[in-house]
């Protein structure tokens, strides 16, 4: 099993920033990517970033190219997601997850709201 603990959420104005940070613990040994999803009220859990744990390979959904960076510590089991540019749409909750051979593993989940 692993185990993620996300903190970093808030609420911000348009324009703002925030840095999410995700810390896996537990049977990390074999994790192949690391990533954030997002889920608005009413709509489906979407992909917003996922970063590859070998090679850093990065990939990144359209709406927040550009103003969104995913990033990883290997030797903290720690992923972080620098949000920059926070616009009204971005309102959502954030959820880290963990890819580990065939299984996957979601954090609780943190609050990210942005006022206009």
């Known amino acids: 099993q692993v185990q993620l603990v996300e903190s970093g959420g808030g609420l ?3 324009g703002g920033s925030l840095r999410l940070t ?3 613990s537990g049977s990390i040994f074999g994790i192949n990517a690391m990533g954030w999803y997002r889920q608005a ?3 489906q859990r979407d992909m917003v970033a996922r ?3 070998v090679g850093g390979g990065t990939t990144y959904a359209d709406s927040v190219k550009g103003r969104f960076t995913i990033s990883r ?3 903290k089991n720690t992923v972080y997601l620098q949000m920059n540019s926070l616009q009204p ?3 959502a909750v954030y ?3 963990v890819s580990r051979g ?3 593993y979601w954090g609780q989940g943190t609050q990210v709201t942005v006022s206009s």
């Open 12 to 14: 911000v104005q348009a």
């Open 73 to 75: 510590d290997n030797a």
């Open 89 to 91: 749409e971005d309102t």
């Open 95 to 97: 959820y880290c997850k």
């Open 102 to 104: 065939v299984s996957d």
């Open 22 to 24: 995700c810390v896996a």
């Open 51 to 53: 970063i590859m744990s």
């Open 41 to 43: 009220p009413g709509r």
